[in-house]
């Protein structure tokens, strides 16, 4: 067997947060093995069933290495035994961090992650060398050892085991044999939730709304583990708060549910979507509680990465565009046309909201070839044109280049044929010396609403 062991940086004071935080990264590691545990305030996993899908022991360890450094990990250590890599990380001296940058602090993702790797013919030397607290078994006793003269693990060993179990329990005994691979270890492995909802309380009251994305922030990060263990994507977030107990009568708990056109794991984004509206939102009294709830799970593996420049595309993609615009603007101002089976050039396509009608993927649109000599912009309303024996002006007289083109539709809606928008005209492409091309049509003698003349339907560029 081999473990990995990792110790997150500092947690925070609150006992929920960093209990959040041990969680959120076992989440994470479960994308590497499915034996991952929460130990000691540091998370595990055994990786020996994982190195040949990730092409041997060095190639997952340096990338184990490279992505632990964005998941808040402070170092890392990995040995033949869980003990020894957990001992490994409390009793060695880890390396300061080095700067990747020229500022104090480096990014997360160019820092190097402190590694203490102990090959399998050092594991006795190394545990020998170990100071006695790096073993949690033997951290309570650790001064009466220390004055005993076992300073470290190796004398420690080296004691009788009948007066190490009459005097200190079995239990020591037992976690030494463990952590030089002569016993057995065994775990609760973490399991992942069927469903995503999570709950964090804040020490404070929040006053703003704006002030909820701290620990939405804390939650999301939980959210995109949880997605990157069941290889699964979202296509919404619900955010509940709850106010606090002597307003809570007076005030219900609100919720913010954030949807998106197609399923994601891009948390970043999401955040985003959830900070637009929560800069609109008023609060009806404190909140001291809030809960995120993910909707629309779909299955959603990984892509396979092309080496290919031009198709790793940086920033965010036309469609979260779209969403983060339709947050700000409101979804009834960011629009998207879709083509309609209709020959009436009125009743031809229809709007919807952009950020929740995503368009096909892969397939191109159907356009049928009849509307490629239709204008691009048509009036709301037909402009009646000026007549000069019986021929029309627009600023000038118009020249009929092409027609007609007869489009007669709408009566099958039956009823009133005005009310039911029927359609009998005969379009014509004109041009005007100072409009250009225009789109002019004459309502044909045989309809039964026909109006008399010629009018202006639609302009070119």
């Known amino acids: 067997m081999w473990w990995i062991a990792f110790a997150p940086s500092p947690p925070p004071p609150e006992p929920a947060a960093a209990e959040a935080s041990l969680q959120a990264l076992s989440w994470w590691a ?46 890392m250590a990995a040995a033949p035994t869980a003990l020894a890599a957990l001992g490994l990380l409390h009793g060695m001296p880890l390396p300061a961090v080095p700067d990747a940058g020229d500022g104090p ?65 079995a239990g020591l005994l037992r976690a030494l044999d463990q952590a030089y691979g002569l016993a057995p270890e065994s ?45 699964c994507g979202a296509t919404g977030v619900v955010l509940h708060w709850e106010h606090d107990l002597q307003r809570r009568s007076e005030a219900p708990s609100g919720s913010l549910t954030v949807r998106t056109a197609e399923a994601t794991r891009d948390t970043t984004h999401l955040a985003r979507l959830l900070a637009e509206h929560l800069d609109r939102t008023p609060l009806a009294a404190p909140v001291v509680a809030i809960t995120l709830e993910a909707i629309g799970v779909e299955a959603r593996p990984d892509a396979t990465p092309s080496l290919l420049p031009e198709d790793q595309a940086q920033g965010e993609t036309l469609q979260q565009f779209i969403e983060r615009l339709s947050a ?6 960011v629009l998207r046309p879709e083509a309609l089976a209709d020959h009436r050039p009125q009743r031809s396509q229809a709007w919807h909201q952009a950020a929740t009608s995503a368009p096909a993927r892969n397939t191109a649109p159907a356009f049928p070839a009849a509307l490629a000599q239709q204008p691009p912009w048509l009036l709301r309303q037909p402009m009646a044109l000026a007549l000069l024996d019986e021929a029309p002006l627009l600023q000038g007289p118009l020249t009929l280049l092409a027609g007609p083109e007869r489009i007669e539709a709408g009566w099958w809606d039956g009823g009133d044929s005005q009310a039911a928008d029927a359609t009998a005209r005969d379009y014509f492409l004109a041009r005007s010396e100072h409009a250009g091309l225009v789109w002019i049509y004459r309502e044909r003698k045989s309809s039964e609403h026909a109006r008399q003349g010629w009018f202006l339907h639609g302009v070119y560029g």
């Open 30 to 75: 479960l994308q590497f093995s499915p034996r991952v545990c929460v130990q000691e305030g540091c998370v595990l996993l055994e990786v020996s069933a994982s190195e040949r899908l990730f092409d041997g022991r060095r190639a997952l360890l340096e990338r184990l290495r490279e992505q632990a450094a964005d998941q808040e990990v402070q170092a």
């Open 105 to 169: 602090e480096a990014p997360p993702g160019l820092r190097q992650l402190p590694l203490v790797d102990c090959p399998a013919h050092q594991l006795r030397a190394t545990l020998d060398a170990l100071p006695v607290f790096a073993l949690a078994a033997a951290r309570p006793f650790a001064p009466t050892l220390v004055r005993l003269g076992c300073a470290t693990l190796g004398p420690l060993r080296a004691l009788p085991r009948g007066g190490i179990s009459r005097r200190f329990g």
């Open 187 to 231: 775990f609760d492995w973490t399991v992942l939730p069927e469903q995503f909802r999570l709950r964090l309380e804040f020490l404070g009251r929040i006053e703003v709304a704006a002030g909820l994305m701290f620990g939405a922030h804390r939650l999301l990060r939980q959210l995109k583990a949880w997605l990157l263990a069941r290889q």
């Open 328 to 333: 700000r603007l409101g979804p009834a101002k």
